[in-house]
């Protein structure tokens, strides 16, 4: 049974804002300075040697496990919480002011990657309700696939787009 366009809109929407929702939250948490600096080194040790392929197959592996039902919504919560988590630590350590951290949103990568993960964890939801009710279709399978295809593309043109950003952020930032 597939859904039609109005809910399917609805699910997407969801899942943007619990992703957005868990991204705030895990930046307003309050850090301890060794926390934050834990933290910021784990991260620049993840991201070290990383170029736009790096960034591209990290983005595209999360989201490709947030298309599994139920485990899509739990990788998902926990990667925007812990992204929220990593720019919250970024900004403690930093001496610039920030405005909201969901602006980061508002970039050309940031909106291609939330609108990814919008629809990855929610296809997820759609195929476990499919699941549950024993609905599953040649075409919600071809749908599958079609998001899969799109949020492929839509992460790389993002990885580029990061990375050429990344390489401009002043040192004292990372």
């Not at 933290?39 to 170029?51: M, P, R, T, V």
């Not at 989201?63 to 919560?77: D, H, K, Q, R």
């Given at each position: 049974?597939?859904?039609n366009?109005?809910k399917?809109?609805?699910f ?10 868990l991204?705030?939250l895990g930046f307003?948490?309050k850090?301890?300075k060794?926390?934050s ?11 070290q ?17 947030m ?15 812990s ?11 930093s ?5 909201n ?9 940031g ?5 990814s ?6 296809r ?5 309700y499919?699941?549950?009710?024993k ?7 071809t ?7 799109l ?7 993002g990885?580029l787009i990061e990375?050429?950003?990344?390489q401009?952020?002043p040192?004292?930032?990372?």
């Amino acid at each position: 049974m597939l859904f039609n366009f109005k809910k399917r809109l609805i699910f997407f929407f969801l899942a943007m804002f619990l992703f957005l929702g868990l991204f705030q939250l895990g930046f307003s948490i309050k850090l301890d300075k060794s926390f934050s600096e834990e933290l910021s080194e784990n991260f620049k040790n993840q991201i070290q040697g990383i170029d736009e392929i790096g960034i591209f197959l990290n983005n595209l592996k999360i989201a490709l496990v947030m298309f599994i039902p139920i485990l899509g919504i739990v990788v998902g919560s926990f990667s925007a919480f812990s992204t929220g988590l990593i720019f919250n630590s970024i900004v403690n350590l930093s001496n610039a002011n920030f405005a909201n951290p969901l602006i980061v949103f508002l970039t050309p990568f940031g909106i291609l990657e939330l609108v990814s993960y919008g629809l990855a964890i929610s296809r997820g939801g759609i195929f476990l309700y499919e699941i549950l009710k024993k609905s599953v279709s040649k075409k919600s399978i071809t749908y599958l696939f079609v998001e899969i295809g799109l949020v492929t593309v839509m992460l790389f043109v993002g990885a580029l787009i990061e990375w050429s950003m990344i390489q401009n952020i002043p040192n004292d930032l990372l």
